[in-house]
């Protein structure tokens, strides 16, 4: 069983382990994995470290916030809709209806690959060697239910971009993600 939550306290409803009849077979799909990202300057963000997991002491720089998003909904067959995982005012990046899914077991029972939250972090799911690397290179951290069974290992939070630098490196994990869930072969660029 994988659990669908990610951002929200208590335990979101289980959703059945069976793929969708529009998934690839795992075997079939991408690896993910394909990040080689800079390291982060500076610290850690701050975070609750728990559920609700949402990053502490920020607020989104407007030029910046806005370009994520702009980009963000620019991704092909990818919908704009209220998170069904997160906290109110979190934004879905839901994966339309009719797009075939190379690994739809990843999201298990919701359209959504993504979501940004208010603040403009976000959390994506993704390769689990992904996901490792965002957290090694500080550009984010682990979800605090990943390795508990039923959720996905690859689950980030990736910190809220404060430069159009810092964006780039979001936008490249984002892309990553979406090309992870569907099997796309998307480029950073091909969302500018």
């Known amino acids: 069983m994988i659990v669908a939550g990610a951002c ?19 075997a079939e799909a991408p690896a993910g994995g394909t990040l080689e990202l800079p390291v982060r300057e500076g610290p850690r963000r701050q975070t609750t470290g728990s559920v609700p997991h949402v990053q502490l002491n920020t607020e989104p720089v407007p030029a ?3 370009e994520l998003r702009r980009r963000a909904f620019q991704l092909p067959g990818v919908e704009n809709l209220a998170s069904d995982r997160s906290l109110p005012g979190a934004r879905g990046l839901a994966l339309s209806a009719g797009l075939d899914l190379a690994r739809a077991d990843v999201i298990a029972g919701s359209s959504e690959f993504a979501h940004i939250h208010p603040d403009g972090s976000l959390h994506v799911w993704l390769a689990v060697d992904s996901a490792i690397e965002v957290s090694d290179k500080k ?5 605090p239910w990943v390795e ?5 290992d690859g689950v980030v939070m990736v910190y809220t971009p404060e430069t159009l630098a810092e964006l780039e490196v979001t936008i490249e994990i984002l892309v990553d993600a979406y090309n992870f869930v569907t099997g796309a072969s998307l480029e950073p660029t091909d969302i500018s």
């Open 64 to 66: 910046v916030d806005a």
């Open 148 to 152: 508990r069974d039923g959720f996905w």
């Open 8 to 26: 929200s306290g208590g335990d979101p409803a289980p959703t059945a382990t069976e793929p969708s009849e529009r998934a690839t077979p795992a």
């Open 139 to 143: 550009w984010g951290e682990l979800h």
